[in-house]
């Protein structure tokens, strides 16, 4: 079993602030997918990674694939109350499995 | 489109009672699977299936049993419901088993009493 860290486990900030998030492991991975999840439903695809260093955006987000594929880093700027949530990072290994992180819990006050 | 579907919604369960959570897919999609989420943490997986008639073990699968005769549904069966397993349980499926993402349900909330 891989061992994957999200970090931090909880955010707080105000909004308009930046941050950013982690993901972490000592294992190479073959693709990476970042989620995120709101009270009382599933989880839902933001971006999968697969190539070491690779750099994608989705609006105000902004999602980093390390060069050796061990880590990724999801960056966020001028938080909105509306990214509030659970964000969730997940990994395969070319095994037919994905594993998910613990999430990072993620709340913008207004 | 209807996507993931799970039922029932929530569930008090006694100890030791069985119960099977459903899972169905209008998507087609060959790849499903079953993820348990404990308060605080991510998802665990529980089982998995790469077609109709193929099912093999995630890392939590000790409790549970799953088919797929279809490939449209995947259900997981509790056979002796124990406290451990409360939890909300989410059914995803993806095309295949690699980068393609994963489409989740909206999750069964299951209490064992």
């Known amino acids: 079993t891989q061992l994957l860290e999200q970090s931090p486990q909880f955010l707080s900030i105000q909004e308009g602030e930046n941050l950013t998030v982690y993901c972490n492991s000592s294992?190479?991975?073959?693709?990476l997918q970042w989620y995120r999840q709101e009270p009382g439903e599933g989880p839902v695809l933001l971006v999968t990674v697969v190539t070491g260093g690779e750099v994608k955006k989705l609006k105000r987000l902004t999602f980093q694939f390390g060069d050796a594929r061990k880590d990724s880093s999801l960056h966020i700027t001028a938080a909105q109350p509306g990214d509030t949530g659970l964000y969730l990072c997940?990994?395969?290994?070319?095994?037919?499995?994905?594993?998910f992180g613990k999430g990072t819990r993620l709340h913008i006050l207004p | 489109n209807a996507g993931v579907t799970q039922t029932p919604k929530f569930r008090i369960l006694k100890i030791g009672q069985s119960m099977t959570l459903q899972c169905a897919q209008d998507?087609?999609?060959?790849?499903m699977y079953w993820y348990r989420q404990d308060p605080g943490m991510g998802l665990k997986l529980i089982y998995y299936?790469?077609?109709?008639?193929?099912?093999d073990k995630g890392e939590v699968p000790n409790g549970y049993n799953v088919s797929r005769s279809t490939t449209e549904d995947f259900p997981l069966r509790l056979e002796l419901a124990a406290p451990s397993q409360t939890s909300v349980y989410f059914c995803?499926?993806?095309?295949?088993?690699?980068?393609?993402?994963?489409?989740f349900g909206d999750g069964t909330r299951l209490s064992i009493l």
């Open positions: 299936s790469v077609g109709a008639g193929i099912t």
């Open positions: 998507m087609n999609h060959n790849y």
């Open positions: 294992s190479v991975f073959s693709s």
């Open positions: 995803a499926s993806s095309p295949t088993g690699e980068v393609q993402p994963q489409h």
């Open positions: 997940a990994v395969s290994n070319r095994d037919d499995k994905i594993i």
